[in-house]
């Protein structure tokens, strides 16, 4: 069984540019959440999404939004990148929270 | 308060020893309490998970102990290898009763197991 797909691994982006982010769920999860990892704040919830409809939105500025799709794919975009944006972005999807199975994530750097 | 407080920060333990790592937490209405491991490179995995109706869940090498009243809860690890070397994650969430399962993340510990 295929697990929890983000693309692309790596990404290396300039200030003031924009990023989206890829997330494929395991097939038959609905639920998807985003959470954001650096060093200093450690893992940080960004969105979640359940049948299209974001259920709940972390503390972060309106430079970061999110999406998913009917088939449960989701999207995670940030404008206007800042140099503190740089982190590991973790997508997480779930079936009916038994637990959130996390994909490898995004390792987004702004320069 | 959402926070959950984890410690020790890094744990260097030997092999075959026990490895325990402790968080606590405030908000009175998180329900599930689970723990993840993350290897470099790696996003989190969920390891084993507690809810508040029950003081301790073991599955294999791995135990959750919960003290409702004292709003803790810890993680102990049996034998330690050098496999288990890895940073561990504690978390809660609100579940259903709050529309949303948002984890809400301790801040993590590096475990290195010393052969």
């Known amino acids: 069984k295929a697990g929890v797909t983000q693309t692309p691994r790596y990404l290396i982006k300039t200030r003031g540019q924009q990023v989206t982010l890829s997330c494929s769920p395991i097939s038959g999860h609905r639920s998807v959440s985003w959470y954001q990892q650096t060093p200093g704040q450690g893992l940080q919830f960004l969105f979640e999404?359940?049948?299209?409809?974001?259920?709940n939105k972390g503390n972060f500025p309106g430079r970061f939004s999110g999406r998913q799709f009917s088939n449960s794919r989701s999207e995670m975009n940030v404008s206007t990148l800042e140099l503190g944006d740089s982190a590991l972005y973790l997508c997480a999807s779930s079936w009916d929270f038994n637990g959130y199975t996390f994909g490898s994530g995004t390792r987004l750097t702004v320069v | 308060q959402q926070q959950v407080k984890q410690s020790p920060q890094s744990l260097i333990v030997q092999k075959g020893g026990i490895s325990i790592i402790n968080c606590a937490y405030e908000?009175?209405?998180?329900?599930?309490f689970p723990w993840y491991q993350q290897f470099p490179g790696k996003g989190p995995a969920l390891l084993i998970a507690i809810r508040p109706d029950v003081s301790e869940k073991k599955e294999g090498r791995f135990t959750i102990s919960f003290n409702k009243s004292a709003k803790q809860f810890s993680l102990h690890i049996m034998d330690s290898q050098p496999g288990d070397s890895a940073t561990y994650f504690c978390a809660a969430s609100m579940g259903s009763g709050a529309g949303s399962y948002q984890l809400t993340f301790g801040k993590g510990t590096k475990l290195s197991v010393i052969p």
């Open positions: 999404y359940f049948s299209e409809t974001q259920r």
């Open positions: 908000n009175t209405a998180f329900d599930y």
